[in-house]
């Protein structure tokens, strides 16, 4: 099995091919669209990269997979999907507690999918999807959001999307509704923790921080003994004083509002009105 990495500099984002090169199966992991909020438009120069690369091997897409809805960027299933239209989007069930959450914060009406139907098939723990020669099993990894899932290649290659980052970089925030440091922790140190430590880990996002190069690929063992927010010996309770304290922190992602309307119905946009546009909801709220 072989790995290819897109990376999306303005977001941040890694998205990835796994693919064997002799069968040709592969799936594609956390597609980005491309979104500009200034002029709210979309484009499709990072998805016709993975596009190009897929035609250029000859490769069978099996599935396309979203680690999570993300909450930083839009996704490209839905473009990828008319492109490769034998490909089964997916994610975790308990993406319908993300999409109820969000209802309500948008206050959208009842015809927006609560039931996760916008996806194509959603999995559960240790589920495991079958791509031909590879076999991709679902490792549910909630914290950073209630849907987040880690997938596991062929026993060899773990793709943790904003579970864990790169050893510099630590982990994923936990403060978007629904989230939870706690389930965090515990997804890290009883889920991927306890894969083999040669077991490869591929990173959702890379911030370079310090103006270091793009770095994306590490391992289990490396995670438990420099992450520099979950080392190994780390306690719960260290944990969560520091993961609750760094959140308080942060701002917002700057395409919060978009990206997570559009990614919880698998990257449908509302239906056009009258002069073709569609139109994203934006809630306004007083200090
Ligand atoms: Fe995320």
Known sequence: MKIKEFYDEPTFTLSYVAYDEETKDAVIIDPVLDYEPQGSTIAEETADKILGFVDELKLNVHFIIETHAHADHLTSAQYLKGKLPQAITVIHENIKIVQSTFKDIFNFDDSFDVEGKTFDRLVKDNDVLEAGSLKIKALHTPGHTPACTSYLINEKALFTGDAIFMPDFGTGRCDFPAGSAEDLYN???TKIFSLPDETEIYVGHDYQPNGRDLEFKTTVGDQKTSNVHIKEDISKEEFLKFRTARD???????????????????????????????????PVRHE
């Open 187 to 189: 997804s890290i140190t």
């Open 248 to 282: 308080k922190t942060l701002m917002a992602p700057k395409l919060l509002l978009a990206s997570v309307q559009v990614n919880i119905q698998n990257g449908i946009f509302p239906k056009a009105e009258s002069n073709g546009l569609s139109y994203l909801k934006i």
